[in-house]
């Protein structure tokens, strides 16, 4: 069976599916993101989103705050739907194809993720009895980041006259809807396109933001694959390409649709840019850009695929996941990734926590170069985290923004958005991560450290000592059912290993010679760092000692208990039904929270610990954000209870091809997508990245024969294959390690077998 498929075939035209289907199997490369909407479009009425988007391309948006108390944020970034250059009508012997006319024979469509397209295919017969079948595959470039292509071939089932009408409509607007606050409330005008313009057979639109001061330009060429009457013409800020051409049965034509988008962002000249790509992208068949787009995949699999054996439908799942991830992240510092990637405008474009948490760990472990490309991209907005700490009232340090394209903050609720402090210690932690993988320390003394040091000083300003402890009052953490706590223990992990590190790093560039520089440009002190060092052994972490377990803050075991069984299933998600205030008064999680702390920080717990903490709040969590089961999983795993983590890993897995939190339409989650790889790499495999090295503790799950997986770990490249007997670990390539295997040393120098160790997690 083939995993690199994703295939559905019948015709469903049910409001909420057609949706869904636009999302999954939109394409996007990083850089630029089509929904899967048909050509032809929908009639008025029936569901549909339809959208082209870029990646860091934004326009400012008011964000009124009913009172003006200091500092709110009044101002967002929303990502924009830029252009549609998907539309094309077809009709035969003048009646126009659609599926919701005439008749449709058979209907299909897949995703091949082997060859990063997408197909579409429609066997259908006019309502006189003319037939077609249409094919259509559809293509984001990696090779070249701002192509798009469509090629729409049609084949006559009987003689007929054919014609083609290809648009590219400049002027387009953003999908709203009221009701859902993880929506935009409104849908203003914010591009404005100036007049289309045709050259050399091609049409150009040039669009200017509103406020954001940005501009990009949508390029299309329409060529047809035999002689027809042809036209192009230009209306206002759109333009019409047709052509008309009689065909007999058995006959195919193919009209290809190329597409190149340029913005400000990254080219100084857009138009210019535009036309030279445009001009690249016709000059060769297409049949070279699929070859492109083949090898860069077969590259891609060869060291991020995980494959497991024995369960094909999860397998596919897996795959599709990772698939999500390569079509979702920034290629450029100036980028990063989306909460619901480029296939839906689903919490506007923004970038969140979920990067450095969810996916960062698996591309610093399978593409180091991405990796440190998302920790650029943080570099860079580097001067609005101070400039956001400071609106927060600290004298030093940098804050990141919760939710952010192009670093202000965007979060209209600060309680559950500018409140999540943790992300500095989340972006501190990625940091160290891909540290600890790679080694690198030039890094460190470019991007690295500079963060580090910042996130720790700010944690100096934000806590306070009491009674010779280090204290952080009133931040939220992940749980969004609970705000404005006190001593948050996953926050306060966090900053206590942030703090650490800031001191190891410059200890590290102080060997490597290269410490004065930094020092130097952030103004960076021996006393600060002797700071650092204290808050750090002194940070305070709540522990129950009767409960043996770690509180959520000071405040969460002093609660009510929400009784979840109690609840009618139409209430979930919680936050879409009961006012903020009232859920912040009960126990109840919307997502991982402590046990995330100790998935990431499993050091700081005894085992017993971690185990009460898993039971107490697994009856509390409803999983009500995407971000929770996978972590679940991992710990169900490092507790040793197998058949709890393949469950919860089954739940992550599935969650957008099933859309089983309903909200898929408006694209997919891919904090989840990347928590489906750590469920699987961290989870069954037991990985963890320590500074004593790289840790492995792999458990197989019943019903699987086998999985693996390859990591990069320094110069060498790994490779994790477990079976039912065990299991062995392959130096593919580079230098011999030294590694922990069940927490022993070992070392791998070429094959290493080992068996499996049932025992691990439960003593
Ligand atoms: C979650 C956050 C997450 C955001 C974007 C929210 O529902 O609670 O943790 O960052 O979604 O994915």
Redesign the pocket.
């Known amino acids: 069976m083939d995993t690199k498929l994703l295939r559905k075939t019948g015709l469903s035209l049910d409001r909420e599916e057609l949706m869904v289907n636009e999302t999954l199997f939109h394409n996007a490369n990083g850089y630029l993101g089509v929904r899967s909407n048909f050509e032809e479009g929908v009639p008025e009425g029936v569901g549909s989103i339809r959208g082209e988007y870029l990646n860091g391309f934004y326009d400012f948006a008011d964000m009124p705050q009913a009172e003006k108390l200091c500092g709110l944020c009044e101002e967002k970034q929303t990502m924009l739907n830029i252009a549609d250059t998907q539309t094309i009508f077809l009709s035969v012997d003048g009646e126009t194809f659609s599926l919701f006319g005439g008749e449709v024979l058979e209907s299909a469509r897949e995703l091949d993720m082997a060859r990063g397209v997408t197909r579409r295919t429609v066997s259908w017969k006019s309502t006189q009895g003319a037939a077609v079948t249409v094919d259509v595959t559809r293509m984001a470039s990696f090779a070249m980041l701002p192509l798009f292509t469509i090629e729409y071939r049609v084949t006559a089932q009987s003689d007929c006259t054919l014609r083609f009408s290809s648009l590219h409509i400049g002027s387009v607007k953003n999908y709203c809807d009221p009701t859902d606050p ?1 929506l935009a409330a409104e849908a203003p005008q914010y591009l404005h396109a100036a007049p289309a313009a045709i050259s050399g057979g091609a049409s150009f639109v040039t669009a200017h933001t509103t406020k954001s001061g940005l501009s990009v330009t949508s390029a299309v060429k329409n060529v047809l694959s035999v002689p027809a009457e042809e036209s192009l013409r230009a209306e206002g800020s759109s333009a019409e390409y047709t052509a008309a051409v009689s065909v007999k049965a058995g006959e195919s034509v193919t009209l290809t649709k190329y597409t190149v988008l340029c913005d400000s962002v990254r080219y100084d000249d857009c138009r210019a840019e535009a036309e030279h790509l445009l001009a690249q992208a016709v000059s060769v068949p297409l049949s070279d850009w699929y070859g492109k787009q083949k090898a860069y995949l077969d590259q891609y699999w060869e060291t991020c695929a995980v494959q497991v054996e024995g369960d094909d439908d999860l397998s596919r799942a897996v795959t599709y996941n990772l698939y999500q991830l390569i079509q979702s992240v920034g290629k450029d510092p100036h980028s990063n990734i989306a ?2 990637g480029l296939s839906g405008e689903g ?1 506007e474009g ?1 970038y ?3 990067t450095e948490m969810y996916m960062l760990p698996f591309f610093s472990l399978t593409r180091p170069d991405i990796a440190r490309n998302l920790i650029e991209y943080r570099h860079t907005i580097l001067p609005y985290a101070r400039e956001n700490a400071r609106i927060l009232g600290h004298k030093k340090g940098a804050l990141y923004a ?2 952010t394209i192009m670093g202000k903050e965007c979060s209209g609720y600060f309680p ?1 958005g500018s409140a ?1 402090y943790h992300i500095d210690g989340d972006i501190a932690y990625s940091i160290i991560s891909y540290y600890l993988l790679t080694k690198d320390v030039d890094f460190l003394a470019k991007t690295g450290a500079e963060i580090v040091c910042e996130t720790a000083r700010l944690w100096i300003d934000a806590g306070s000592w009491y009674k010779g402890t280090f204290r952080i009052n009133d931040v939220t953490g ?3 059912y609970t705000c404005i706590v006190n001593n948050n223990y996953y926050t306060n992990c966090l900053a206590k290993y942030n703090l650490d590190w800031a001191c190891k790093f410059c200890a590290i560039l102080e060997k490597a010679g290269k410490l004065a520089p930094l020092a130097e440009k952030i103004g960076l002190t021996q006393e600060e760092l002797d700071e650092f060092r204290r808050a750090s052994d002194a940070m305070y972490l709540p522990y129950d000692e009767e409960l043996d377990l770690n509180p959520q803050d000071d405040s969460f075991l002093t609660k009510k208990v929400w009784d979840l069984a109690a609840t009618p299933k139409e209430d979930f998600p919680l ?1 879409l039904h009961y006012h903020p205030l009232y859920l912040y008064r009960f126990q109840v999680c ?2 991982a929270d402590t046990v995330l702390s100790h998935f990431v920080m499993e050091d700081y717990q005894k085992l017993s610990t971690m185990r009460h903490s898993f039971a107490y709040y697994e009856k509390v969590t409803t999983h ?4 929770s089961t996978c972590i679940f999983s991992i710990m169900a795993s490092r507790l040793g209870m197998p058949e709890k983590a393949y469950d919860y890993f089954g739940e992550s897995s599935k969650l957008d091809l099933f859309n089983t939190h309903h909200n898929t339409k408006d694209g997919i ?3 989840n997508m990347g928590g489906t790889y750590m469920a699987i790499v961290y989870g069954f495999g037991g990985l963890r990245v320590k500074e004593s090295g790289l840790c492995l503790a792999p458990a197989l799950p019943a019903g699987w024969t086998s999985y693996r997986f390859r990591v990069r770990y320094e110069d060498a490249l790994i490779g994790v294959r477990v079976t039912k007997d065990g299991g062995e670990l392959t130096l593919c390539e580079g230098s011999p390690k030294e590694l922990f295997l069940y927490g022993k040393p070992v070392t791998l120098d070429k094959t290493l077998p080992f068996a499996l160790n049932p025992d691990w997690g439960k003593e």
Do not use: G, I, N, V
């Open positions: 993880r909460a619901k919490y923004h969140f926590w979920d919760w939710r559950s999540q992940p749980d969004e936050l919307k997502q009500d954000s995407s971000l989650h891919t904090a």
